[in-house]
């Protein structure tokens, strides 16, 4: 006759010391997949989030930009702070010309970079640059630009930043009020001093505009982890007031 075994009829054959030994593996175990569970979800999950959720500010922040009216770009240093100063100069270097003044930060020179307009060939740099060049720098700026503000010929006026335009820049009408042209760049630190009336530089009755695109690295002010690791560049871009009119 054949022997059947239950459940209830087997006997365990471990000891007392097993038991322990073995409930000790099982609580080590434990804690062991709730940190790696607990890692995964600090350093991968949180920050993808992040990542995936600033990915509209990401591309925005890092487009090339494109203010209508454009006539010459050039790319600036990455800066981390928007309590920089900076300074665009238009002045005679052979023909007219752009100097930009880097007042420089804790882990940047000042620096003077001299920009012909409209080819964008830059025949002067200074870095380390000193006090005393960009006040040469500001005594060859160009007696043109203490004209009005005549972006399409007729006489206008600029207005950057203000409560309810900050980081934002306007052309207005002299004539009428109405919006000429305007730029806002996307950042969520923006500069309130983007533009820059530069004259007519090129003489054909318009003036010329320095839009300047800050780009600040937000990582330093917030979890932008994308500043953090690909930095932020600068543009400055000159717009000529005929093109962006007519």
């Known amino acids: 006759m054949e022997s059947s075994v239950s459940i209830e009829d087997t006997v365990s054959t471990e000891s007392p010391g097993d038991t322990g030994a073995s409930h000790g593996h099982r609580v080590v175990t434990a804690l062991w997949n709730t940190g790696c569970a607990a890692a995964v979800l600090v350093f991968v999950v949180i920050p993808a989030i992040g990542v995936i959720g600033a990915m509209p500010t990401w591309t925005e922040h890092r487009r090339t930009p494109e203010p209508r009216g454009l006539v010459l770009q050039l790319e600036l240093r990455e800066s981390a702070s928007p309590l920089e100063r900076w300074e665009f100069l238009p002045i005679e270097r052979d023909g007219p010309a752009v100097a930009i003044l880097d007042h420089g930060a804790s882990a940047f020179p000042k620096?003077?970079?001299?920009?012909?307009?409209?080819?964008?060939?830059?025949?002067?740099?200074?870095?380390?640059?000193?006090?005393?060049?960009?006040?040469?720098?500001?005594?060859?700026?160009?007696?043109?630009?203490?004209?009005?503000?005549?972006?399409?010929?007729?006489?206008?006026?600029?207005?950057?930043?203000?409560?309810?335009?900050?980081?934002?820049?306007?052309?207005?009408?002299?004539?009428?009020?109405?919006?000429?042209?305007?730029?806002?760049?996307?950042?969520?630190?923006?500069?309130?001093?983007?533009?820059?009336?530069?004259?007519?530089?090129?003489?054909?009755?318009?003036?010329?505009?320095?839009?300047?695109?800050?780009?600040?690295?937000?990582?330093?002010?917030?979890?932008?982890?994308?500043?953090?690791?690909?930095?932020?560049?600068?543009?400055?871009?000159?717009?000529?007031?005929?093109?962006?009119?007519?």
């Open 111 to 246: 620096t003077l970079t001299v920009a012909r307009h409209p080819s964008g060939e830059l025949p002067q740099r200074i870095e380390p640059a000193t006090d005393a060049d960009f006040e040469l720098a500001r005594a060859a700026r160009r007696t043109k630009s203490s004209i009005a503000f005549d972006f399409d010929g007729i006489g206008d006026e600029f207005v950057t930043g203000g409560d309810a335009r900050y980081g934002r820049g306007l052309v207005l009408s002299g004539v009428d009020g109405r919006e000429l042209w305007s730029d806002e760049d996307p950042l969520e630190y923006e500069s309130n001093e983007r533009l820059t009336p530069l004259g007519d530089l090129d003489g054909d009755g318009c003036s010329e505009l320095a839009v300047w695109h800050p780009r600040y690295d937000r990582s330093d002010y917030d979890t932008e982890l994308v500043d953090a690791i690909f930095g932020a560049k600068r543009w400055l871009s000159i717009v000529s007031g005929a093109r962006a009119t007519r």
